[in-house]
């Protein structure tokens, strides 16, 4: 069984930095694409960034620039690095990750909650 385990959240300063981890356990062959979702309140879950197996990454467009994504391999643990952080960036981050194990399939954290505010 894998689990995907998010940390690093909390309250923060607007302009303020946090950086995320995600870290996936278990039975765990190759982990394929890894992304951050988010989810404000009464709103839809919203790609954050996306990276692949190799390091190529995707954006949305509003992040593009302030946050930056990365994983290590070797540990199966993917990371979101926030800067310039606005209040509008309040909302629970998810981890996701297509992982191959005895099949392959997409995993989700638990979430992980980030307010900014003053």
């Known amino acids: 069984q894998v689990q995907l385990v998010e940390s690093g959240g909390g309250l923060v300063q607007p302009g303020g930095s946090l950086r995320l981890s995600c870290a996936a356990t278990?039975?765990?062959?190759?982990?394929?694409?890894m992304a951050w979702y988010r989810q404000a309140p009464g709103k839809q879950r919203d790609m954050v960034a996306a990276?692949?197996?190799?390091?190529?990454?995707n954006y949305a467009d509003s992040m593009e620039g302030r946050f930056t994504i990365s994983r290590d391999n070797a540990k199966n643990t993917l990371y979101l690095q926030m800067n310039s952080l606005k209040p509008e960036d309040t909302a629970v981050y998810y981890c996701?990750?297509?992982?191959?194990?005895?099949?392959?399939?997409?995993?989700w954290g638990q979430g992980t909650q980030v307010t900014v505010s003053s």
């Open positions: 990276i692949t197996h190799g390091g190529s990454t």
């Open positions: 996701n990750a297509n992982v191959r194990s005895w099949g392959t399939r997409d995993y």
């Open positions: 278990g039975t765990i062959f190759r982990i394929n694409v």
